[in-house]
């Protein structure tokens, strides 16, 4: 069985700075892409931004240039890095994990329980 703990959530005043943290643990073999999503009230979930066990990246518009993903391969672990906070980046957030795991090695893709983003005007 795998798991995806997140922590780091929080409330920070406009331009401020949190970091993410999401540790995958269980009986994983690999871990392929790992992601954040994010989902405000009303509205559907949307990527935040991916990172590949390469290290190539792909973000969402709305956070280059103040977001930052990372991956600590060894642990298992994505981190996300959040400057200049901004009041709509108000939301719950997610770890994805694209992996393969158990005793037969077969792909799998978890989600995080999500850790809550409050962002102050």
């Known amino acids: 069985q795998v798991q995806l703990v997140e922590s780091g959530g929080g409330l920070v005043q406009a331009g401020g700075s949190l970091r993410l943290s999401c540790a995958a643990s269980?009986?994983?073999?690999?871990?392929?892409?790992m992601g954040w999503y994010r989902q405000a009230p009303g509205k559907q979930r949307e990527l935040v931004a991916v990172?590949?066990?390469?290290?190539?990246?792909n973000y969402a518009d709305s956070v280059k240039g103040r977001f930052t993903i990372s991956r600590d391969n060894a642990k298992n672990t994505v981190y996300l890095k959040m400057n200049s906070l901004k009041a709509e980046d108000t939301a719950v957030y997610y770890c994805?994990?694209?992996?393969?795991?158990?005793?037969?090695?077969?792909?799998?893709?978890?989600w995080g329980q999500g850790t809550q983003v409050t962002v102050s005007s």
């Open positions: 994805n994990a694209d992996l393969i795991a158990g005793s037969t090695w077969k792909r799998f893709n978890y």
């Open positions: 990172i590949t066990n390469g290290g190539s990246t």
């Open positions: 269980g009986s994983i073999f690999s871990v392929n892409v």
